[in-house]
């Protein structure tokens, strides 16, 4: 099996709209039930949460059914979720089937088979959970279009000065204590970078202060918290955090202080927001919304994995990275642009494809069939029926040993050269193919390019200034902890 073999498998559609089964496979009864209403669901979480946790939960169905295909109950279940029952799919050719909005619709799904509060909003229903049918849909995608590009120029210069003061003082608490959390000086750093990039705005100088990281990681554990493991006791979690919703009224005061801050300081995109047709108070709240949960959200998961997985790869990799980024900004007089990074940093590139392939910050993705649909996996063909709940576990796919060589490995340069850039359409953390992009149809990522030319930033930062670094894994509610035991200043 070459690499390029694995890839036809998965080239075929993932669907037919014709209801006969496919020539070349057979077709299979969904294998897997739901168990008694209530109880089914409180043992399917269970188990995923604790006694299996969520990878041995989804591999040990697959080989119990031996099917990538099969029936199960997702949390929280009731009395959070109505209805927790849903299709999973864990392969690479059933999981692309969720980006078709043809075939599923993403209304309400944004965090599964439950939707937070809209309290939790301002009272709207925001961009993140709106189906692409909708009529607020198209403007409110094109304003975060017009959100991340309109001040472009800044982004570079904003991202090396937020990120440099935060290895500056990563670097001086590392040399008195030995040892340094990654974490909380990421989150000061993402945040000061996008508010600096993305509205002008220094929170320093707002009544924000520093409080806005505090602030939105207890607001997002008030939307997700029943998707999450804190670290309580396991039934006193499960009967509370998993089964009952936090009051938005605790944090309300909270998120004001948040809305407060965008009214003031987001003027130019609030005035593309009236020229859109979108009302200043709706794009308010999807402007919290997308800056705080989607951006701020995402880069606080995706960075703690890329500095995890690069620290793992080690120093073999490292001096590779650091004489591909030092050689390429040396060529462009000393300056980091977009031109060098896209040409000259291939390694830089593919690295950052790899954490996202290996790791996909946000595994788990939602869609409900529009019509009656046959899906395809590997093996077998299946037949879901309208106003089913389809969820893929995107770790399945983009780990699927039938496209991926060395699937569970990180490999640094996989995606460098023209073999590699053909596996690029598997990478789909962005809820749609890396080869793909997002657009006023489809329900792919608004910040997929911005995201990619955040992670490479992170990147180029790290081996402009050291030559290698050692970290220390451990768990957390959110993504991974990381701290830093070493870092070696560049000596080249
Ligand atoms: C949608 C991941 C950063 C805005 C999504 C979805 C995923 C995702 C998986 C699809 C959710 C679904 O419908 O099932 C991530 C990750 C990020 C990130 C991992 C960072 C590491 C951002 C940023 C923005 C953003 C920076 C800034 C504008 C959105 C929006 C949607 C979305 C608006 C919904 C798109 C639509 O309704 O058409 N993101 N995202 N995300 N993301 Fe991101
Ligand atoms: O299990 C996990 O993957 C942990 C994260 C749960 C995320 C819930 C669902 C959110 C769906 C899409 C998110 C998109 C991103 O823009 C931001 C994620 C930030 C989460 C705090």
């Known amino acids: 099996f070459s690499i390029t073999i694995r890839s036809s498998i998965a080239d075929r559609p993932s669907t037919l709209s014709a209801n006969a089964p496919p020539a070349d496979l057979p077709l299979r009864k969904i294998p897997g039930d739901y168990g008694f209403p209530l109880l ?7 188990a995923y949460f604790y006694t299996e946790g969520c990878d041995a939960f989804f591999r040990s169905r ?7 295909v099969f029936r199960v109950n997702m949390p929280p279940g009731p009395p959070i979720s109505a209805d927790p029952r849903v299709i999973a799919l864990l392969d690479a050719v059933s999981f692309p089937i969720l980006f078709d909005t043809s075939a599923v619709e993403k209304r309400d799904l944004f965090t599964g088979t439950f939707m937070p509060s809209t309290d939790l909003t301002g009272g709207y229903r925001v961009l993140s959970y709106l189906d692409p049918s909708e009529p607020l849909h198209a403007p409110l995608k094109k304003l975060l279009f017009f959100l991340l590009s309109h001040r472009r120029r800044s982004l570079i210069p904003e991202f090396r000065r937020a990120f440099g003061s935060l290895f500056s003082s990563l670097e001086s608490d590392l040399s008195k204590q030995g040892k340094v959390d990654f974490g909380p000086g990421n989150d000061r750093a993402c945040f000061d970078f996008l508010s600096r990039a993305l509205l002008g705005r220094d929170p320093a100088d707002s009544p924000l202060g520093s409080d806005a990281p505090g602030i939105i990681t207890k607001w997002v554990l008030f939307q997700i918290g029943p998707l999450l493991t804190i670290g309580l006791p396991r039934f006193i979690e499960d009967a509370t955090l998993h089964s009952f919703r936090l009051p938005p009224a605790l944090i309300r005061a909270d998120y004001d202080r948040l809305a407060d801050f965008f009214r003031e300081s ?7 927001a009236n020229r859109l047709g979108i009302s200043r108070e709706e794009a308010v709240h999807n402007l919290v919304f997308s800056i705080c949960f989607n951006s701020f959200g995402g880069m606080k998961i995706l960075f703690p994995n890329i500095v995890k997985w690069l620290g793992r790869a080690g120093g073999r990799l490292h ?18 642009g977009m031109r060098v990074i896209e040409e000259e940093m291939p390694l830089v590139k593919s690295v950052v ?22 899906i395809r996996s590997h093996d077998a063909a299946f037949e879901v029926k309208t106003g089913e709940v389809l969820f893929g576990y995107q770790p399945f796919a983009t ?26 359409r598997h990478v789909v953390w962005s809820n749609g193919p890396e080869t793909e992009g997002p657009t006023v149809e489809n329900k792919q990522c608004a910040g997929k390019d911005f995201v990619v030319l955040v992670a490479r930033l992170l990147v180029i930062e790290l081996f402009l200034r050291y030559d290698s670094f050692e970290i220390e894994v451990g768990s957390s509610a959110l993504g991974s902890s990381v701290k830093l035991t070493s870092l070696k200043r560049a000596s080249f």
Request: charged share 35%; glycine share 8%.
């Open 40 to 46: 089914g669901s409180i043992k399917d979480r269970f």
């Open 62 to 68: 697959i080989r119990r059914y031996n099917s990538t």
């Open 266 to 272: 987001a003027g130019p995109v609030l005035d593309e």
């Open 319 to 336: 001096s590779r990275l650091a004489a591909e980024v030092r050689a390429a900004v040396r060529s462009n007089a000393g300056q980091i």
């Open 353 to 374: 494809y790899e954490a996202l392939r290996i790791e996909p910050p946000v595994s788990m993705q939602y869609g409900k069939a529009k019509r009656d649909l046959l």
């Open 399 to 424: 780990k699927d040993p039938r496209v991926f060589d060395r699937a569970e490995e990180f490999v640094g340069d996989r995606f460098v050269g023209e073999e590699g850039e053909r596996l690029l």
